[in-house]
């Protein structure tokens, strides 16, 4: 039997026990890994990890792990910058566009609705999902961890709250997010970019409050869906200006 003393920093310790959550710890293993493998036999996906430290140097997923290693584990985190070392992570996907499990329709909509590209059917397998997310460089949201552990994932993010707002929080904080918001941009229901349409194209369209109350109208190019800002959008805003002050 072999050990290795294993530390994980900020939130990749909500994928550990109780008892192995910020402290160094010891762990025993039989067969030499890599250090990809021992991390992720922990319960900590690859995709969360941007900087391993062993006895102080950085390394790769690939490295094995030696008897003795003293492993520091290090979290995806934006505004980190330590120069000289090896980041796990290619670079931060720009302008990050996601790609969402079956289990995740409705942050779909919230980020959607706040103006983040995000494609979701309810039945993509996990196979399209990687498969999409590699050909669009799209991140992965989830609820299953597993599928952050596949080698040939690259960005992806597991969700720990079940609560959507919770959810949407998470994402945007994550994903350094806050000041890219741009709500009523985007169609809830398929995801394409609203344009605007002036009243009196779609005025049959409209129920008689709304056709009387209101000027500014949206619609999708794709499904038809009309747009406007009645008081669901006011809730919106709030829920808006909620999210950018917890984040
Ligand atoms: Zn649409």
């Not at 550990?16 to 890994?33: A, C, S």
């Not at 995709?47 to 290693?69: A, C, M, P, Q, R």
């Not at 994550?174 to 985007?186: A, C, G, S, V, Y």
Request: aromatic share 10%.
């Amino acid at each position: 039997m072999h050990k290795v003393y294993l530390r994980f920093y900020e939130e990749l310790n909500d994928f550990l026990p109780k008892e192995k959550r910020k402290i160094r710890f010891e762990h025993n293993y039989i067969d030499r890994t890599s250090v990809k493998d021992m991390i992720e036999s922990l319960g900590v996906p690859h995709t969360e990890i941007d900087l391993i430290l062993v006895n102080g140097k950085s390394v790769n997923f690939n490295y094995l792990i030696n008897d003795g290693d003293d492993i520091s584990v290090y979290p995806v985190f934006e505004s980190l910058d330590i120069s000289g070392v090896q980041h796990l992570r290619p670079k931060p996907l720009r302008s990050p566009k996601f790609i969402a499990d079956v289990h995740l329709g409705r942050l779909t909509r919230y980020l959607r609705m706040t103006g983040f590209d995000v494609l979701y059917k309810n039945n993509f397998s996990d196979e399209e999902i990687i498969r999409i997310s590699l050909n669009e460089k799209r991140a992965i949201l989830t609820r299953d961890r597993g599928i952050l552990k596949r080698t040939e994932v690259t960005h992806g993010y597991w969700l720990r709250s079940t609560k959507v707002k919770e959810q949407l929080i998470e994402v945007i904080k994550r994903f350094d997010l806050k000041n890219e918001i741009k709500e009523f941009t985007r169609c809830i229901e398929c995801n394409t970019k609203l344009k605007k349409i002036s009243k009196s194209k779609i005025i049959n369209e409209l129920p008689p409050k709304v056709a009387h109350w209101h000027n500014e109208f949206f619609i999708c190019p794709s499904c038809r869906k009309v747009y406007w800002k009645g008081s669901h959008y006011q809730k919106m805003l709030r829920l808006i200006e909620n999210v950018k002050n917890d984040s």
